[in-house]
């Protein structure tokens, strides 16, 4: 079974702070994507990596895929109350041809 | 620009009541279509996924069904509702397999 496991499961900080999430697996995939939802509403997509190594910058959030394409981080500078929500990695298995594969997510809560 | 259109957004259902959901694409001709269910704290689980009119492939055996009358409308329905089906279900809709997911604002559906 392939799995991508997300960590930590819930995050709590302060307005501010730094932080880094991580999604992690044993199998190699083709791409991983990360989502953000917010309570109530659809997954929304913030960015797709392909290629080992790669990091992929969007405003305050950084994203990093491993270079053996295992694993990924998201990286959260300066969190600010707007970043709440849940955030999810998808990836595509090397040879797949179903369907993607979600992690459980990270709930994150950046206080005032 | 595509659009997906997922309705109703909450649901009041009691045991034993039919269910229909319904999703549409827009901008966008044969995407394929997917039901997830999300329950806290387990991540997203797909339910059916959908490549052309018609053509339904299901994920895990459950008390409901999907169908696709039309290429960009997805309908997820069950008969007689059990108070396990509750929870919030999602549409989505991707170029191909494995190529990133857009999903629509979900549903909240409770079962009484």
């Known amino acids: 079974t392939q799995l991508l496991e997300q960590s930590p499961q819930f995050l709590s900080i302060q307005e501010g702070e730094n932080l880094t999430v991580y999604c992690n697996s044993s199998s190699v995939f083709s791409s991983l994507q990360w989502y953000r939802q917010e309570p109530g509403e659809g997954p929304v997509l913030l960015v797709t990596v392909v290629t080992g190594g790669e990091v992929k910058k969007l405003k305050r959030l950084t994203f990093q895929f491993g270079d053996a394409r295992k694993d990924s981080s998201l990286h959260i500078t300066a969190a600010q109350p707007g970043d709440t929500g849940l955030y999810l990695c998808a990836g595509e298995p090397i040879g797949s041809q179903g369907n993607l594969i979600f992690g459980k997510g990270t709930k994150l809560s950046v206080k005032p | 620009s595509q659009t997906i259109h997922q309705w109703p957004a909450t649901l009041v259902q009691p045991v034993g009541s039919p269910l229909s959901l319904e999703c549409t694409v827009e901008?966008?001709?044969?995407?394929?279509l997917y039901w997830y269910r999300q329950a806290a704290g387990r991540g997203l689980q797909l339910l059916f996924y959908s490549v052309g009119i018609g053509q339904i492939s299901s994920e895990v055996p459950q008390n409901l069904s999907a169908s696709r009358p039309q290429d960009r409308q997805f309908i997820l329905s069950s008969k007689k509702l059990l108070l396990s089906d509750s929870g919030f279900y999602l549409c989505a809709w991707s170029a191909g397999p494995n190529q990133p997911q857009h999903f629509g604002d979900g549903t909240r559906l409770s079962i009484l």
């Open positions: 901008g966008t001709s044969n995407p394929n």
